[in-house]
């Protein structure tokens, strides 16, 4: 045969009447949409081939003549009918939660969301994990609510990778190559010129094109460097999703911050807000500051002041090393013009992504957003107090529990992640209106209304459909390794669906702990092989393809799953993606999730499972802290806060197989009347009933919305008005407050009973009472309007203050030589041993945070 040198495509032509589907095809809607998903099914295309799921690409293929049949097959014409006015009917809905709000929103323009990926189905793989699936169904959820919203990533030609398993239980990963034009993205054109956008390289300006996705009623836009314009190592930029060295990453950054905010200038977009995912996109602040500069002759500071009171940043990664850092040398390679055409000192611009100005320091894209934005979250309550203890040093000297890093517990988007047949569960029982409820707890008690049978045959249903699919993956995996025909046969008899079937599936980094269970393979032997009530276990995940140790961690997992004396109760399908993970949120019972506290900042894995009626067995970490009630799922261990890793490890590996044999076995195979495990059903609608309008992400983007997006499209607005007047303003305050701080301090301070005639110092004092504290401040030329002196105080252990409190001393009198008496009172509320301490504080009516100056005075 002849080598091909030119590879083209042929596609059907769509008959008029089928001239709906071009609209679905082209808006990722279908990907929660089942009816839309059902309808692309009888364009008769494979469905395992991955390139074929969504719905362009089976168009792409499906023969001609089976479209003409299709435009003359009336019952699918009702269907195609429905579906697409249902779409419509979605599209141009009027009561929406963005509409409702609309005369009182301060956002007029939209929020403009960056993130290094993004997950909304299998068949775009524009992700890696948890990260992209959260960005996805985020951008879902801010469809639903119809938020003034936009979204920016990066366009990947190589996605991430699809994972192989070998014989020997070798990851191995495979470049996926896509062609962009198999999938559901349109090319960016302006007066019919496609959209490049430009950033500098050293000695160089790179181009992206821009694509354009639309996901329900909201645009994603996505920069591509593979492009002829450019040389052959800049094409490759956004080739691969978290590839390359760190030199490749401060390019990629580069493009996906600069460049994203280029492109929605060059799209005449301007958004009030900008809120980062996590740090990859920091330098989008950068281009801001110069955006500003170039266009209103601000200086830096007081450009600064207006970036940052739009700016949220989102951080997920409780430990530093899962943060960018670049060295100097690294930074002033791509970055040498920028200090100057901002008119600032190099210095001065490294210093903006390091906590402490130390010369062997690195450049933290985290720290660059935390110190540029005003408004800053984790994803779980745990993991907030985590960041604030993780970046307290960005924040010198301010109590920890003040540090301004607030909590939004991620959520799932319950459209997408529950099953068909769960929408159809969830009309009937509870009511057609139940995806309009998702945020409301009173209405999910009607799960109670669920039959025991119904809501128990269709788990079984599902969990049939989960095996059947499992044995199918392992059995083309063992096809593709060449092994013998027995062992590709013996496939079809692994698992049984009247087994209490656990799910472990996520990315294999080593604090997710996957070998945990098989610390103890004895005990775990039993458990699988048991006669009356075994268990059977589903691994998956993938790991990073430079993380030997994850590597070496799933083929442990994979050798366990082929050692014959488990009997195929353990196995481990490969290439974990949206669809194995859905296929398995289906149809497990039970949620395996066991990392090293307090080290998953959220999790959201375990969010899919109770939308289809699974349970949950879970360190008590990131988003299960806040769910376990006791009577919806386990909890593994207990809350430790110290000791090693060896320490944790045993407590948990014991607690796991404890809970196992005396609590969830016995649990499932429970049947009083010999057919239905009724104490477990009971704990299905418990987990469905707390976890669905809890943990979804309508709750968690109206959350964003109201505690975030509008305070800052608020603070931005002050800022920017009038040519940026209170920017400039409040800027030359800083500088000023500033230099005069050095010579700040308190002098001297007393407690005493309020209301004594002596007004006496004493050292006890009677719950009730309110007690008197006075200090004597030294401002020099500082106004005393231009700080705040408070009294700080709590309970006090080993010479420590602990849960702080603060008040005001707003009484002030001038003493003369600038200084001042301060005073006020708090209340001796309970018994104890307590503490005082006094400090200062700048305040300015246009400051965003509290310590967004990061200056604060002790007494010492």
Known sequence: ??????????????????????????????????????LFR??????????????????????????????????????????????TAYMTRPDTYGKRRAATTPLQQPVAYFSAEYGFHESIPNYSGGLGI??????????????????????????????QINKDGWQEAVRLDQNFHHLPIREVKIDGQSLKVAVSFPGRQVVAKVWHIQVGRIPLYLL????SENAPEDQIVTSQLY????????????????????????????????HMNEGHSAFLILERVRKLIQDDTLDFNSALQVVAASSIFTTHTPVPAGNDAFTAELMKKYFSDYPAGVGIAFDRFFSLGQATVEPENTFSMTILALRASRFANGVSRLHGEVSRGLWKNVWKDVPEKEIPITSITNGVHIKTWAAGEFHELYAKYLGPDWEDQLTNPDYWRGVIDIPDEV?????QLLKRRTIDFVRERIRRQRARNAEPPEEIRHANRLLNSEVLTIGFARRFATYKRGTLLFRDPERLLKLVTDAQR???????????????????IIQEVYQYSRDPQFQGRIVFVEDYDTNVGRRLYHGVDLWLNNPLRPLEASGTSGMKLPPNGGLNFSVLDGWWLESWNGKNGWAIGSDITEGTQARQDEVDIQSIFSVLENQIIPLYYAKPDGRLPLAWIQLMRESIRTVVPVFNTHRMVSEYNERLYEPAAIAGAALAADHCKKARALSKWKDEIRRQWPRIHVLDYGISYHYADDHDAREVFYVGERLKVTATVHLGEVAPENVRVQAYYGPELEGKITDASVADLADVQP??????????????????????????????????????????????
């Open 224 to 227: 591509d460097t593979a492009i």
């Open 534 to 552: 075994p268990v059977q276990f589903i691994f998956a995940g993938k790991a990073h393809p430079a993380d030997e140790g994850g590597k070496k």
């Open 1 to 38: 045969m002849m080598e091909t040198i030119v590879t083209y495509n042929v596609v059907p032509r769509l008959p008029a009447p089928l001239e709906p589907m071009r609209e679905l095809v082209y808006n990722l809607w279908w990907t929660w949409e089942p009816a839309a998903r059902r």
């Open 815 to 860: 003493l003369g030589n600038g200084d001042f008496a301060c005073a006020g009172d708090i209340p001796a509320s309970d018994s104890g041993v307590y503490g005082l301490n006094i400090r200062i504080i700048p305040t300015h009516e246009n400051l965003t945070q509290a310590h967004e100056l990061r200056l604060i005075t002790w007494a010492r």
């Open 134 to 163: 959260l960005s996805g169904d985020h951008c879902k959820s801010a469809s639903d609510l119809d938020l003034n919203f936009v979204a920016v990533g990066l366009l990947y030609r190589d996605g991430y990778f699809k994972q």
């Open 455 to 459: 809501l128990w045959e269709l788990h």
């Open 42 to 87: 009888h364009l008769d295309v494979p469905l395992w081939d991955r390139t074929n799921h969504n719905p362009l690409r089976m168009l792409q293929l499906c023969k001609q003549a089976r479209l003409v049949e299709l435009a003359d097959d009336e019952t699918f014409l009702r269907e195609l009918q429905g579906v697409h006015e249902r779409f």
């Open 243 to 274: 590839g390359g060295d760190h030199d490749f990453r401060v390019r990629q950054e580069i493009v996906l911050g600069m460049g994203g905010y280029r492109a929605l200038e060059a799209m005449g977009i301007h958004p009030a807000v900008f």
